[in-house]
C-alpha cells in the first residue's frame, strides 16, 4: 500500500527554536497534504490543507506565522514550528491523498514535539 | 459544527473476546463514516467505512453499521485478537465530499492472550 514517512518522529527543542518536520509521499504523488496536531486525550485536530505549488489554508484559530507550511514538490510538505513555545508541545501528524482517491488518506507516523 | 464522540478508553480484553467501541457523530448532512486503526509506531490506517445510511463497512473481521437514526457508528468484531492491540480512531467526513476529516479522541485496546 501507499506510504507515507513522516520525520522525524521525536524532536525536543528549547523555547525560541523553530523545528521543521518533513511529510513524504513515498510510492504516489500527493496533490493534498493535512497536517493536524493532537493533545493528550484530545482528538486530531486539522491544522491546514496544504497544495502542491499553492499557499496552505489554514483552520481557524491556527496561526499561519507560527506554522509554516510548504508544498513544494508533490511529494514533499513540511511543517515548521517558529519561535517553538512550551504550549506548541504535542504530536504532529500528516496525511496525503491521491487525487483519484480522496476518501483515502494515506498517514505519517507521527511527530512528538517536545519544547523546553 | 460536527464532531464525533467516542467511548473513553482504555479497553482491555482477554483474546477472544467479544468487542465493541462506541462512536456517535453530530454533522449537517450526511457525511461518510470511519474507523481509522494505528498500531505501535504507525500512522493511521483505514480500516473500514461506511457512506450512506444502513450501509456497514468491514475488514479484518471488524464491522461498523452506519445508524443515522441514532448517528452512530460503532466498531464490533466478534473474536479480538493480540494483534489487534492499537488505538482506534472514528472519524467523519464533511458532507460535500470534503477530504477534511473530524475525528474522535482514540481509543486504545489492548488485548491480552
Known amino acids: 500500500g501507499a506510504v507515507v514517512s513522516q520525520h522525524p518522529s521525536r524532536v525536543i527543542c528549547k523555547s525560541g527554536t523553530s523545528v521543521k518536520i518533513e511529510c513524504r509521499s513515498l510510492?504516489?504523488?500527493?496533490?493534498?497534504m493535512f497536517w493536524y496536531r493532537q493533545f493528550p486525550k484530545q482528538s486530531l485536530m486539522l491544522m491546514a490543507t496544504?497544495?502542491?505549488?499553492?499557499?496552505?489554508?489554514?483552520e481557524q484559530g491556527v496561526e499561519k506565522d507560527k506554522f509554516l507550511i510548504n508544498h513544494a514538490s508533490l511529494t514533499l510538505s513540511t511543517l515548521t514550528v517558529t519561535s517553538a513555545h512550551p504550549e506548541d508541545s504535542s504530536f504532529y501528524i500528516c496525511?496525503?491523498?491521491?487525487?483519484?482517491?480522496?476518501?483515502?488518506?494515506?498517514f505519517g507516523s507521527g511527530t512528538q514535539l517536545s519544547v523546553l | 459544527g460536527n464532531s464525533v464522540t467516542q467511548m473513553e478508553g482504555p479497553v482491555t480484553l482477554s483474546e477472544e473476546a467479544f468487542l465493541t467501541i462506541n462512536c456517535t457523530y453530530t454533522?449537517?448532512?450526511?457525511?461518510?463514516l470511519f474507523w481509522y486503526v494505528q498500531y505501535p509506531g504507525e500512522g493511521l490506517q483505514l480500516l473500514l467505512k461506511?457512506?450512506?445510511?444502513?450501509d456497514k463497512g468491514s475488514n479484518k473481521g471488524f464491522e461498523a453499521t452506519y445508524r443515522k437514526e441514532t448517528t452512530s457508528f460503532h466498531l464490533e468484531k466478534g473474536s479480538v485478537q493480540v494483534s489487534d492491540s492499537a488505538v482506534y480512531f472514528c472519524?467523519?467526513?464533511?458532507?460535500?465530499?470534503?477530504?477534511?476529516?473530524?475525528f474522535g479522541k482514540g481509543t486504545k485496546l489492548t488485548v491480552n492472550p
Open positions: 496525511s496525503a491523498s491521491r487525487s483519484a482517491d480522496w476518501e483515502k488518506l494515506f
Open positions: 510510492d504516489f504523488q500527493a496533490t493534498t
Open positions: 496544504s497544495n502542491e505549488g499553492s499557499k496552505a489554508t489554514y
Open positions: 454533522a449537517t448532512g450526511y457525511p461518510s
Open positions: 461506511a457512506t450512506k445510511a444502513d
Open positions: 472519524a467523519l467526513s464533511h458532507p460535500g465530499g470534503s477530504e477534511k476529516l473530524v
